[in-house]
């Protein structure tokens, strides 16, 4: 068997996690040295992302989702920021972040939340965000 060139796995990328595995099926794992669960999703646009996660899943329920948060990220990064607050986890920073518009500046400010774990709860994502966005009004009061 002919090993594949870089080239030829472009498309197809196995992560770290999946070799040796078959197809490109969603999976959970633990990595000793970091010391915590991950989840590798695969994607057929970007060719997958690995995710912290803070437990391991009782269920597929991650990864149901049809949506892939690399590609999310990367679409994120490049809308312009809009009149409201936005929140996504951003895969370039491991991070749940929430975007700020800016007057003057059309990408917004983008503010980490020290939320590392992919599967954090949508509500504290929210309460979080809403702390930074909304934090600085209740202070002053």
């Known amino acids: 068997m002919k090993p594949r060139r870089l080239s030829d796995t472009r498309n197809t990328a196995l992560s770290p996690l999946e070799l040796g595995r078959s197809g490109g099926v969603a999976t959970v794992t633990y990595r000793a040295l970091e010391g915590g669960w991950w989840l590798w999703l695969p994607c057929r646009s970007c060719g997958g992302v690995a995710l912290p996660l803070r437990d391991a899943p009782a269920d ?39 975007r700020l518009p800016c007057h003057g500046l059309r990408d917004g400010v983008l503010m980490p939340m020290e939320i590392r774990w992919f599967d954090t709860a949508w509500a504290e994502v929210i309460r979080v965000a809403a702390d930074v966005v909304y934090g600085s009004d209740s202070e002053r009061d």
């Open 60 to 98: 597929e329920s991650l990864a149901r989702d049809r949506w892939c948060p690399r590609c999310e990220t990367l679409r994120r990064r490049l809308e312009c920021s809009g009149p409201e607050p936005t929140v996504w986890y951003d895969t370039w920073i491991e991070d749940w972040v929430v």
